[in-house]
């Protein structure tokens, strides 16, 4: 399947000797069962990340203490589609996507907006049977692991505040409606993200990020790059046609373009790199020695990296 859960190859086609990968972000409890009925052993070949497993625990585990579950993510992205599927087996959940609809959400916690219209608002996002007077009076706020920790954290913080205001709480006794999940956050995202935020403080004149166009973290990492520097989303350095043209892939119409004179006349470059999570480090390498190569003084990573060590 792909990462929206498309199938590329038909179940239909599947048999029990077949091998079938659970990918990093994992399955829906209702794809595990489909698989097992196929007779396909999936412990076998279960790649799905133990941060991402940790995330499904912590809201099994608040669901025993009768927590609702608030997933920050993507609801067509198959992680938010498993981690929803695992939460919804033991608890009330809904799915935000962003600050405005936790916004909304919030109406709804505090009773300003009638409960018949979040059945509309939240169409498709929401657990079976989900009651939206009594199954937002607990809450707690986990994410699909590859969007940005900040955007969640600000999401979790804001929850709380609508809870201790709505509910007269504070700091001491605001565990009896929110839940703290802080650390089901991945930290290696997060480390990416950091990073990031610490290269946008840096004199770049453009960033060049290396990643899968369906990488929904790299997606991110591109849009906090766009917000300062002129921003190239590329799979590999083959993108980098010469040093007057790339072609790169555009979030905002969704296709690869191509973009002419994207190094600066000026002397010297600097140029800012970043890559998505996964993407192997040999990628990034490339990226930087086709860089390296259109300017006569620069050396090659190998050799700076040799200058390091000595
Ligand atoms: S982003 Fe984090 S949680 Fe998600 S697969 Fe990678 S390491 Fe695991």
């Known amino acids: 399947m792909d990462t929206r859960g498309k199938a590329i190859i038909p ?3 599947l048999s029990p000797g077949d091998i079938v990968i659970v990918p990093a972000f994992g399955t829906t409890l ?7 009925q196929t007779g396909i052993e999936i412990e076998k070949y279960n790649t799905t990340c133990p941060f991402v497993e940790k995330v499904w625990n912590r809201a099994e585990a608040i669901s025993r203490n009768k927590y609702s579950i608030v997933v920050h993510g993507k609801p067509q992205h198959e992680e938010t589609r498993a981690t929803f599927s695992h939460s919804a087996a033991h608890s009330p959940t809904v799915i935000v996507t962003d600050m405005a609809e936790t916004i909304d959400l919030a109406k709804f916690i505090k009773g300003e907006k009638p409960s018949k219209d979040f059945y509309n608002i939240f169409k498709g996002k929401y657990s079976k049977d989900f009651h939206v007077e009594k199954d ?5 706020v986990v994410n699909q692991t590859t969007m940005l920790a900040a955007d969640t954290q600000a999401i979790a913080d804001y929850l709380k505040n609508v809870m201790m205001e709505h509910y007269h709480l504070d700091e001491n006794n605001i565990a009896d409606r929110f839940a703290d999940t802080r650390d089901t956050l991945c930290y290696a995202t997060s480390e990416n993200q950091s990073a990031v935020y610490g290269l946008l403080e840096t004199k770049a004149d453009l960033a060049i990020v290396v990643g899968g166009y369906n990488s929904s973290n790299t997606s991110h990492l591109v849009e906090l790059c766009e917000g300062k520097f ?3 989303f590329i799979k590999s350095a083959e993108e980098i046609i010469s040093s007057k043209q790339i072609h790169h892939y555009s979030l905002h119409k969704k296709k690869e373009i191509a973009t002419i004179s994207f190094l600066p006349e000026k002397k010297p470059v600097r140029i800012a790199v970043t890559s998505g999570a996964s993407c192997p480090d040999a990628l990034v390498e490339c990226v ?3 860089l390296a190569s259109f300017f006569k003084t620069s050396k090659t990573s190998e050799a700076i990296l040799k200058e390091f060590a000595s």
């Not at 209702?30 to 097992?36: A, G, N, P, S, T």
């Not at 937002?136 to 707690?140: D, H, K, N, P, Q």
């Open 230 to 232: 002129p921003t190239y």
């Open 288 to 290: 930087i020695n086709r």
């Open 136 to 140: 937002l009076e607990r809450i707690g």
């Open 11 to 13: 179940f239909r086609y």
């Open 30 to 36: 209702e794809m595990e069962e489909k698989l097992r």
